[in-house]
């Protein structure tokens, strides 16, 4: 009897191991970047859904204020809106109604038209993953001085312009609004916000906006497509308070069907590393008003006519050189892709112990970004 017992033992050893042999060469294969092996490889990501909050990296840090004690979890139940009376179940009613610490999930597949933009409150999270929620056709998303947000796993697109009219805030009172251009997301004097593994495409104005002095900002694993002015940096080249602005762009797939503004960016310094730029039609990366750059390992794709160069400058370029610095550091160009610099040594991101991340060989780019977008999420494994 001992001997079978053992047998049995034994066996189920041999049956685990044979499991977790093939779970790690399916891992070896996934060939994660440094956000998605954070998270991706547990098979139980839905019963332990804010490990996601300790998965950022760059200027964002670590979303550790948007987990911990006094967490609500919220569930979208109903796509109808009401910008001013928000009902229970519905996105708005979690995200500007609801205070504290909210975690939003989505009940099922959702096509959310808004009626006025979404003003977002503090350390909120909306997390789509596991179903297909696509907010689009009318009004989307605006961060209007709030902190400690994270928004993934959504498809936002089809974004309109909005009059001014009323809204419910972030702090669950309604409020005037002012004209808001038709952008997928909109950042307007916030920090420390999170955007990952978001599909953004074809919006009236723009896709992302991080303007009016917001700053500590991470944008990752988006797939950006189908967009003439794609991101902007910096609110006008008057506004100087975006001196300060700090925002890491890393490991999104941009294209196809972009024309520019990949970013654009004014006043602040961008660490732009490991992303995918599938062509453009004016240019990749460009800037006005003595930005930094570092752009480090991206894998540049020219189209097959039209521009090659990757960077455009406002106005002369020849002139306040000093003040300055569009710097590349071992990125890769294809099909005639060229990089202009304005300095040969660039300003480092000076990222501390929570913000700080490996850049890899640009030949791994592809690889990289190959999950870029909203993912498709088994409702039994992993992503």
């Known amino acids: 009897m001992a001997s079978q017992g053992m047998n049995v033992i034994l066996n189920r050893f041999v049956f685990v191991g044979a499991i977790m042999t093939l779970y790690a060469a399916s891992l070896s294969a996934y060939n994660m970047n440094a956000i998605d092996n954070c998270w991706r490889w547990n098979p139980e ?44 179940g519905t ?36 997390d789509g ?32 312009p909005q009059g001014p009219g009323s809204v419910m805030g972030p702090e669950g009172k ?36 991080v303007t009016r002095g917001s700053t500590d900002v991470t944008i990752s694993n988006n797939w950006f497509r189908e967009q003439n002015k794609v991101m902007l940096l ?24 972009c024309s520019q503004r990949m970013p654009r ?53 020849e002139e306040n050189v000093e003040t300055w610095e569009f710097y590349s550091a071992r990125d890769v160009f294809e099909n005639g892709a060229f990089f202009r610099e304005t300095k040969s040594v660039g300003a480092k991101p000076n990222y501390n112990q929570e913000q700080i991340f490996k850049v890899v060989d640009a030949k791994y780019v592809r690889s990289l970004t190959k999950s870029s977008g909203a993912l498709r999420c088994s409702r039994t494994s992993r992503c």
Request: proline content about 4%; charged content about 20%.
């Open 45 to 88: 990501w839905r019963r332990h859904r804010q490990q996601l909050a300790t998965c950022s990296v760059g200027y964002a840090g670590k979303m550790s204020n948007n987990i911990g004690k006094g967490l609500i979890h919220y569930k979208v139940t109903d796509p109808s809106d009401n910008p001013i009376i928000p009902k229970p």
């Open 91 to 126: 996105l708005r009613y979690g995200a500007s109604v609801i205070q504290g610490k909210v975690w939003i999930t989505f009940q099922r597949d959702m096509h959310i038209k808004l009626q006025r933009p979404l003003l977002i409150s503090s350390f909120t999270t909306l």
């Open 129 to 160: 993953r596991g179903v297909n929620v696509h907010i689009a056709d009318n009004a989307c998303l605006l961060i209007f001085k709030t902190s400690n947000i994270i928004i993934h796993g959504l498809r936002i697109h089809h974004c309109k």
């Open 174 to 209: 309604v409020i005037p609004l002012g004209h808001v251009d038709g952008d997928a997301i909109r950042l307007v004097t916030a920090s420390k916000i999170w955007i990952d593994h978001n599909t953004l495409y074809d919006c009236q104005d723009g896709l992302l906006d």
């Open 234 to 257: 910096g609110h006008d080249d008057g506004y100087i308070r975006d001196r300060n602005m700090k925002v890491t762009v890393v490991y999104n797939h941009f294209g196809p069907q």
């Open 265 to 317: 960016i004014r006043h602040g310094y961008a660490h732009v590393a490991n992303n995918l730029y599938m062509g453009w039609v004016q240019y990749a990366i460009g800037g006005s008003k003595a930005p930094s750059l570092k752009s480090e390992a991206n894998l540049f794709i020219a189209p097959k006519s039209g521009s090659k160069e990757v960077t455009w400058r406002k106005g002369n370029p």
